[in-house]
């Protein structure tokens, strides 16, 4: 049976190197199923390290945090119009998303219906072009704080390409300065302040505010141009099924796509593109460098590999649905030896089981 390996105390460590570099609360991005960690699993170790706000971007979510929460807050990063999403947030005690005035008067008026207040965050759009009231409209969102059932506890942007490019996170930053004290000159308390995610903190300097939003960062897979000293964590992990040794000239997956070129011994792995084996994470860059490291992959037909016994050993015939063939011809390895592939956590099945050591 396939699972999805997370070394605890490594993680702990992560969870301490960015409490420390942040220097400021943290709230803990726990969306994507918990960055692919399992939401419910991560978020309790997140909480372990004294993290008392967890945000998310679907409101399906918020039922499962609740099961490991007790008095956190939740806060639902999408600013929805959706009635039947604003009752989820407002219902749940959840902190909303506002990032435009229909949103807002959605959530007014389900909060009222429901004969609550609902917490808020005011979402800035300074060049993201997702949620968010941009700068232009700051008055409409002046508006916002005035609307019956609404309480405004924070508010907030999010950096498009800090991972890459420092002068323009620090340009965003100051649009967004410049808004929210246009806002707090006009409303008094504007509440928490927060803009950073992780390839801010780890990329840009100065860039904190009242708290970060961190999610990536824990889990050691982020873009940084210089060494995080983040942990790397998450393995995918199965025992051997099953060998068997095959002579040469022998067809390997379907449509014959590999061709033993000697008497080869092959292990069967119970992994595939089910586990999410085979499946990458698209860029988030999308310059001439990626494009053109895309297709050098393609021309060169980069192989794939699986480690067993700690030692690599390559995928022949392709990867499977939920099987995959590797060449171990050479080597004693037997059923019941477990094979582990490096994958992001992003590309694991939901259904895969966690498990932290």
Do not use: W
Not at 90 to 102: V, W
Not at 163 to 170: A, D, P, Q, S, V
């Amino acid at each position: 049976m396939s699972r999805y390996v997370i070394d605890k105390k490594a993680l702990d460590e992560n969870i301490e190197l960015v409490k420390k570099k942040a220097g400021v609360p943290v709230i803990g991005v726990v969306k994507g199923n918990g960055y692919g960690f399992g939401i419910k699993e991560f978020t309790s170790v997140l909480k372990e390290h004294g993290i008392t706000t967890f945000a998310v971007t679907e409101v399906t979510d918020i039922p499962e945090l609740k099961e490991v929460l007790d008095d956190e807050d939740i806060l639902v990063m999408r600013s929805t119009c959706i009635e039947s999403e604003a009752e989820i947030i407002a219902k749940n005690g959840a902190t909303a998303t506002i990032g435009s005035a229909e949103s807002a008067k959605v959530m007014s008026e389900v909060s009222a219906r429901l004969g609550v207040t609902t917490k808020c965050h005011l979402k800035i759009d300074t060049g993201m072009g997702r949620y968010g009231f941009m700068p232009s409209e700051v008055e409409d969102a002046i508006k916002c704080y005035s609307l019956p059932n609404l309480k405004f506890t924070g508010i907030y942007t999010h950096f498009s390409s800090a991972f890459r490019n420092t002068e323009l996170t620090k340009a965003q930053l100051a649009v967004f300065k410049d808004t929210a004290n246009q806002i707090k000159n006009a409303v008094g308390d504007i509440g928490v302040m927060h803009a950073s995610n992780s390839p801010a903190l780890l990329n840009v300097e100065d860039v904190c505010l009242d708290a970060v939003r961190i999610g990536s960062a824990f889990t050691g897979r982020v873009i940084t141009r210089s060494k995080s000293g983040l942990n790397r964590l998450g393995v995918l992990e199965a025992e051997v099924v099953d060998t068997k040794v095959v002579p040469k000239g022998y067809s390997i997956g379907y449509n014959g796509l590999y061709t033993t070129t000697r008497e080869t011994k092959i292990a069967i792995v119970p992994i595939g593109h089910y586990d999410g084996f085979g499946l990458a994470k698209e860029k988030e860059l999308y310059d001439f460098r990626y494009v053109l490291s895309v297709f050098k992959r393609f021309l060169k037909k980069q192989q794939m590999y699986v480690r067993i016994n700690g030692e690599m050993h390559y995928v022949i015939g392709g990867i499977g649905l939920s099987h995959t063939a590797v060449d171990v011809t050479g080597t004693d390895i037997k059923p019941g030896d477990v094979a582990s592939v490096d994958i992001s956590p992003l590309m694991v099945n939901p259904r895969i089981p966690r498990v932290y050591k």
